[in-house]
């Protein structure tokens, strides 16, 4: 992790082998530096919770995160897809509301809560930096490798690769689980053909 300042407020770069706990420790002797336009780099493969980390300690420290950029990375909002036949991470900078959809070709990175009535399809992975409520395709195409990552997962379906997992008849995972006080991360992968959901830190 690197932190260096801009023209415009400061630059921070997230690499690969950051994890939540590094970033955390890192930025907690440097809080006074993050007070302002923070922009956001991923370079390489990085933790969904090491870029929460980050988001986390600049709201913290009163700072507003200003873009998030990457290689090979388009950033949208929401009412738009990603590139016509592109399989580039997508991020979206806010949360979706009810009616939203996007197909996607390759992953999605929603830096709010997918709220329910919308939907997201992606080739790849689906990393939601809040609450997913919505309905998610992760791996459409039959990827399954593809994960679903939220705080928490609380969608009434999902789906990974060609299988999908609900939640009971009569109900939906967004009553059954209290969404106040701290929003627990959670991991959702095929195992052995099912759909597992667990806590991820």
């Not at 709010?112 to 399809?121: F, K, S």
């Not at 791996?139 to 789906?159: E, L």
């Not at 991360?185 to 830190?201: K, N």
Request: aromatic fraction near 2%; glycine fraction near 16%.
């Amino acid at each position: 992790m690197k932190l260096r300042g801009t023209l415009g407020g400061m630059n921070l770069l997230l690499e690969p082998g950051d994890t939540a706990d590094s970033v955390s420790q890192a930025l907690a002797s440097r809080a006074e530096l993050l007070g302002m336009n923070v922009t956001l780099e991923v370079q390489g493969d990085a933790e969904p919770a090491a870029l929460e980390a980050a988001l986390s300690a600049i709201r913290a420290a009163g700072g507003t995160p200003g873009r998030v950029r990457a290689p090979r990375v388009t950033v949208t909002g929401p009412g738009t897809s990603g590139e016509e036949g592109s399989a580039r991470t997508v991020i979206l900078p806010h949360g979706l509301r009810a009616g939203f959809r996007g197909e996607y070709r390759g992953s999605v990175v929603i830096l709010g809560d997918v709220n329910p009535g919308a939907e997201v399809v992606a080739g790849g992975d689906v990393i939601v930096m809040g609450a997913l409520r919505g309905v998610v395709h992760a791996g459409f195409g039959g990827n399954a490798d593809a994960i679903v990552w939220a705080r928490p997962i609380a969608s009434a379906q999902i789906r990974i690769g060609d299988a999908v997992a609900r939640a009971p008849e009569g109900s939906s995972l967004s009553t059954m689980r209290k969404l106040e006080g701290p929003n627990e991360a959670e991991l959702a992968r095929l195992q052995g053909g099912t759909i597992v959901i667990e806590p991820h830190r």
